[in-house]
Every structure is written in C-alpha cells, then in structure tokens.
C-alpha cells in the first residue's frame, strides 16, 4: 500500500473491501461532518475566508518559484539544512544519509503523508534503521500490517478487541479491549521510545517562506515529542505547503482544525524555525528540511489540475462523499484517499496508473461544497476524464465540430430572454406531434436514441409558467 | 543558486527569474476584542469545553490551589520554567513546602518524563479558542509543558490577545512557538476521546488577579 503503485484498480479493490469498513468509516465521516457543520455556523465570515484561502493557495502556486527560493534562505539563515528532492528515491537516499552518518538505529515519526508518499519506513528498515509511527492510529495499523482507511482516524475500521488482539500478539502484553487503557498502553511503550531515539521524523502541514518556518499541527503530542526529544529532526514536505507569509496563515490555521475534526484549533501547533539555539531548551541540534518535488513541479504545467495543490490535508472532501463513505480508505490505493486523492493520484502517477479513479465519483460536488480552500474538484475529475480517454498532452477539448457549434449556439440562445421565452413556447407544440398519451415513445434522431430504451415523458409546462402558478 | 526542481517549476509555470511576484491576496481582519473581563472568562470557559481545569485566582491563594492540585493529582515530583513571574510567586518554594521533589526544568529528558507536574507561564492567551502560546529559551524549556503527565500554566489577563493576527506580529521572529490548546488528546479508537494520550493527561490554566 505504502509503496507507489503501478496501477490502481479501484474498482477491482472495492470488491475486496474488508467488511465492517463502510459502517466504521461512515461513523466517522458523520462525527466529523456534525462537527465541522457546528464550528462553520459559528464564523458568520466562512465563505470570505474560503475565498481568501483559494485565492492565497492560487497566488503561491502561481509564484511557487519566488517563495520556494525565501524559504531556503530563510531555512538556512536560522541554521537549518535544506535539501531538494527531485524524486522519491532522492528524498529517501536523503533521509538515509543523514540518518547514517548519525549512527541512527531509532526513528520516531508523527504522522506525515509525504514520508507515505515515498514509502521511507520500508526504505530505513532496509537500512536495519527502525522506523516507529507515533501517532496512536498509525501505530496501531503499523502494528497490524494494514493501510489507513480514513485520513484523520487511520485505524478507525478496526474494533477495539482486535487492537486488544494485536496488541497482546506484537507487544507480548494481557490488553483489554477498552480504549482508555489501550490509549495509556501505548503511551507507555511509546514513551520509552521517544526517549531513546536518535532522530524525529515530521511531515508538515505548512511552511512559512517569510521566516522559514515549519508550522505542524498535531492532538496528540507525538509530533511535539519527535521534534522536541531527538538530536535530530527530518522534516519531509512538498513543495506545495508553502505560505507567503505569517499574516496569510491565518486565513488556514481557521479553517484547517475546523474543516478537519470540527475543532476550532488542533491541540497542538508547532512553529519550528531552525534547530535549538540554546542549551536545555530541548529541542533538535540538527533541523533537516527534505522540500519533496516528486513530480510535482511537473504536474504544475495543467492549469486546470494544479488547483490540487492548494490543498491542506482536512479531510472534509472524504467525509461528505457518498463513494468515499461506502469503500473507505483503501480502494483508491494510494496514501491519499477520497475525492482529494481522485484528482491527486492521476496527476502525480500519470493517468494511465490511476485513470479509474476519476470515474471513482457521483459528480455530486459535495466535496467542492465542503472543500475549505474552494478546490473545484467536480470540474478537476471531469476535466481528468477527458485526459484519461484522451491523453495527458491534449491541449484543448476536441469535441466534434457540430457539437461543438450547437452548445455554443443553444449557450447563446438560452442567455437571451427572448429567445428562451420563444423556445418555452414552441417547444410544446413540437412535440405535442410526436405525443402519445402522456409519453413520447418515439422522437427523430438524434433524440431517437433516447426514446429507444425510455420513452420521454410529456412536456407539461414551461418553467416560468409553473413558477407564475406557485 | 539555481536547482532542477526550482527550473522545472518555472518551465511548467512559464515563468523567468525575472518574472516579477504577482500581487499579494487579502487577509480577513483580526476579530474585534471585547472588554478585558469578557475577554478573560471566554478564554477560561474554553479551556474548560477542552476538558481543562481554568480558573481565576488571587495571588494570595498560589499556595492553597497548589496544595489542593497535589493532592488531587498525587503530585510527587515537579519543574518549573525559571521565570520573574514564577520566581515572583515563589511557586519553588510552595512545591518544596509541600514536599514535593523539584526537578530542574533543564533535566535530562529521562528526570523530566519522572515529573508528575509541569509548571509554565504563557506568553500570550487567546480568547476565541482557549489556546496559551508558550514561547522556548533555556529558561522556559518545551520539554515542561509537554512530558510531565500534568501541566500547570499560570497566567495573567496582560497576555490575553484578540486574535492570532497579533500573537504572529509580536512573535513571529521567536525560532520557536506552541500553541497548547487542551489537554493532549486522540479519537483513533472506535472515535472515543481518550486525553493524555502522549503529551498532559491534564490541563490546569490559573489566571492571577491583579495584586
């Protein structure tokens, strides 16, 4: 699951989807979608925000270039390393490196999508280098060998007794299956861990180019743990989470926890500019920033498509699609599931591995509803059709020229009144010839290959008429 | 100091060195404060819908109110941040009168994960989300609100700000912050809300009257 896939057969994996996954999945997806709906009322400016979090995200990605280059240097004016990687393989062989040449044997990593992204676990423990997750869920399914099936809540399909069970199997312990003293189990163990090893390894939700700033936004304290306890500190981030600057920040850090879990702030938010600077301050002697290119900077080329890029990682699209909620997590085979993860992984891995997942979709633009930073996801997996059934090169649509000229005529008749008035009143009388009873069994081509399955039903009244009634 | 990523940006984006920085979007204004006393009750009432402990309290009470929290949460061993205020209230002194083992706050990190209690200041509150902004030095280490399995932070209605828009301008230049909002907490069994479950199992917030 963790490595990237050659192909992703969506439909073939939604067969194989464990069962208990739709009813787990749909509980949380409702407790965050109650949630959200709560602290959204509560900002009577929520769609001004949305709007200025779009046109933010719109602004960097358009200018990725200048505010890449501030965040290097402001990086490495505060005394941290900065490292680019073009591809999955450089940010591991980065990882690894800096890991080597400090006689590394114990990570311990918060929750991060693009160490996901390029499978690092599986890459440090080739290098004999344990690789702990430490966010409670991602342990867990790292204990159990599983995939995440939901972004926020990773473990959130499997049952208290079966985490009871794999916790007895891999930690060698009595657990009971209550999930207060499987919470302080694991804190136990995982305490022990925070404070032996010798690196943290982070994602990160945003990086502030003014400053040079990691901003990491976690509930648990793993995150603070990983970069607070180590020597050293790994952060790996694409190079889309950049933010111009500390004021625009604000516009996210309201609507992130509020989108995601319906808190109004995360418990913790972390900003991380550079190493320690004193002694006994805690803190890493060594800040690594991995800025992750891994085809990005490729997929920038498709105005359309880029607009992937303004995300920040919430969830909400997930949790309010009706696909998402009745597979989960794994059958979009990816680290990133659900609507985001439809117009993500096509993009990212090219369309001929992942050309199901456009179609993975009602169309029912919930998730452009919900969507905090206003990505028209609709639009994005209509627009990745056509490149799926056309090629990712195609520059403009290519529809027929005679279609072509009748939408363009029929989108001009219909923005005149007049016109739209004459047509509602002509209408009828067409097809009061073709009337049979109440239906129209039989119309001209092109209409003829309609009424061939269906008859068409009879056309009643015009809609101003209907509304003049009401 | 050009690299490949950096030029393959600008190829896709068709943009030059030289191309200049497109205009800076808006941001939404700072919300407006309330009077001070609102401002502090909103802030405490927060942090109490978080599952914390938050109160105001009069200087005087310092020591009944860290008597009763030992005995409430069996405190043993505790550190303090070395700072005027914490200095100024004597809370050292109260903990050892209390007989409580005190740990440096530049402990090693194995004595600090001992401490039952951790006792901080805050450099700025903000009032909307009930959230303490702790700034870092070798006088106030992160590792005191973060590894004992209790954090107390004590206060005062100064370090109250409107919104975030403030605490950025005022701190932005410091090379590190945390926002603490509530205890530490997770969901990620069957969605139950378990708190503690890596950082403070408990949140204690006092808010000191004016002297």
Known sequence: MSETPTYIGFEAYTKHIPPGIPAAVQQATGRFVGGRAARVAELPHWEQLRQMASDIRLHTIENLDVYLERLEEQVMAAGGHVHWAATAEDARQIVLDIARRNNVRLAVKSKSMATEEIALNHALEAADIEALETDLGEYIIQLAGTGPSHIIVPAVHLKKEEIAAIFSEKLGIEAPADPVAL??????????KFLQAEMGISGGNFLIA????????????????????????VAVVGIDKVIPDWELLTVFLKLLAR?????????????????????????????????????????????????????????????????????????YGWFISGPIGAIFAPQMLGTPAARELPYASTLCGACAEVCPVKIPIPAILRHLRRRVAQGDEIAAPTMPAPIRAAAKLSAFALAQNWMYRLGARILPLVMSIFQRGGWIPWAPYPLSRWTKIRPLPKFTAGFRQWWGRR | MTNSVIENIRRSLGRSAQTRLGPRPAVYPARQPESSEAEAERFLEEVRKLSGVAQMLSPDSVLDALKALAAEQDIRKAAVWNTPLLNQYQITNHLSSLGIELISPNASKHDLALCDLGITEADYLLPETGTLVLKSSAQKPRAVSLLPRVHLAIVRPELLRPDLHQVFDEARRDPYLVFITGPSRTADIELTVTLGVHGPKNLYVWMLEEA
Not at chain 1, 183 to 192: G, H, K, M, W
Not at chain 1, 210 to 233: A, F, K, Y
């Open chain 1, 210 to 233: 003014e400053t040079g700033t990691l901003v990491m936004v976690t509930n648990e304290g793993n995150g603070r743990m990983c970069t607070t306890l180590p020597d050293l500190h």
């Open chain 1, 183 to 192: 919470t302080r189990i694991a804190r136990e163990v995982l305490r022990e």
């Open chain 1, 259 to 331: 989108s995601a879990t319906g808190q109004k702030l995360s418990t913790y938010t972390q900003f991380i500019t550079g190493p320690r600077r004193e002694e006994g301050e805690f803190g890493p002697r060594e800040f690594h920033l991995v800025l992750l290119d891994n085809g990005r900077s490729s997929v920038l080329r498709d105005p359309v498509g880029r607009e992937v890029f303004k995300c920040i990682r919430c969830g909400a699209c997930a949790n309010v699609c009706p696909v998402y909620k009745n597979v989960g997590g794994f059958a």
